[in-house]
T-cell receptor, first 117, second 112 residues
Framework: EPEVTQTPSHQVTQMGQEVILRCVPI?????FYWYRQILGQKVEFLVS????????KSEIFDDQFSVERPDGSNFTLKIRSTKLEDSAMYFC???????????????FGEGSWLTVV | QKEVEQNSGPLSVPEGAIASLNCTYS??????FFWYRQYSGKSPELIMS????GDKEDGRFTAQLNKASQYVSLLIRDSQPSDSATYLCAVLSSGGSYIPTFGRGTSLIVHP
C-alpha cells in the first residue's frame, strides 16, 4: 500500500539552527500538509500546499517556517531558526483531492521528532 | 473558531467489551468525518471515515454520524488490549477549506 514517507525520523538540533524536514507524499496525491504535535497535545495544522503554492496556513506558521516542493516528489518544511518550543513531532500528510468523498481522506507519514536543545 | 471536542479520558474497558468514543463539532456545515488511532509516539492511522448520517461498519468498528446533533461516535466491539491507544476525531468543514480540525483525542485503555 502506498504511504507517505518522512525523513529524518528523529533530529536533535541546537536552538537557533535551521532544520529541514523531508517528506515524500503518496504519488498520485495533489494536496500536501504539515501538522505538528507537541508531546501530550493535540495535532495542530501548520500549512497546506497545492499546485506548487501554499493554499492555507495557520497562525503557528510564521516567518520562520517555509515549505517547498523542490522536485516532483519531495515536499519539505524548513524551520529557519529553531526555538525550544519548536520541539514536537512533525507530520507530513497528503490526500488525493479529486473525485468522491474518499479523496478527502488525509494520510499521515510516520512523523519526524524534532528536539531543540 | 471551528471546534472539535472529545473527552480526553482515559476510557477504561475490559477486554471483550464495547468501547464507545464520542466527538462533537461546532461547524454545522461540516462534510467529512474521520476517526484516527494514534499509538504513543506514532502517527495517526485512519480507522474510519463517514460522510452521511447513520452508521458505517467496518469489522469491529462502527462509526455513527448525526449531523443534526453535530455528533460523531466510534464503537469498538470485542475490544482487545491492542486497541489501547488515543483515538482522534477529525472533521473537515465546509467552505472549500480542506483542512481537517482534530480533537484532542480520547485515550482508551482495554484491560485484560
Amino acid at each position: 500500500e502506498p504511504e507517505v514517507t518522512q525523513t529524518p525520523s528523529h533530529q536533535v538540533t541546537q536552538m537557533g539552527q535551521e532544520v529541514i524536514l523531508r517528506c515524500v507524499p503518496i504519488s498520485n496525491h495533489l494536496y500536501f500538509y504539515w501538522y505538528r504535535q507537541i508531546l501530550g497535545q493535540k495535532v495542530e495544522f501548520l500549512v497546506s500546499f497545492y499546485n506548487n503554492e501554499i493554499s492555507e496556513k495557520s497562525e503557528i506558521f510564521d516567518d520562520q517556517f517555509s515549505v517547498e516542493r523542490p522536485d516532483g516528489s519531495n515536499f519539505t518544511l524548513k524551520i529557519r531558526s529553531t526555538k525550544l518550543e519548536d520541539s514536537a513531532m512533525y507530520f507530513c500528510a497528503s490526500r488525493v483531492g479529486q473525485g468522491e468523498s474518499r479523496g478527502n481522506t488525509i494520510y499521515f507519514g510516520e512523523g519526524s521528532w524534532l528536539t531543540v536543545v | 473558531q471551528k471546534e472539535v471536542e472529545q473527552n480526553s479520558g482515559p476510557l477504561s474497558v475490559p477486554e471483550g467489551a464495547i468501547a464507545s468514543l464520542n466527538c462533537t463539532y461546532s461547524d454545522r456545515g461540516s462534510q467529512s468525518f474521520f476517526w484516527y488511532r494514534q499509538y504513543s509516539g506514532k502517527s495517526p492511522e485512519l480507522i474510519m471515515s463517514i460522510y452521511s448520517n447513520g452508521d458505517k461498519e467496518d469489522g469491529r468498528f462502527t462509526a455513527q454520524l448525526n449531523k443534526a446533533s453535530q455528533y460523531v461516535s466510534l464503537l469498538i466491539r470485542d475490544s482487545q488490549p491492542s486497541d489501547s491507544a488515543t483515538y482522534l476525531c477529525a472533521v473537515l468543514s465546509s467552505g472549500g477549506s480542506y483542512i481537517p480540525t482534530f480533537g484532542r483525542g480520547t485515550s482508551l485503555i482495554v484491560h485484560p
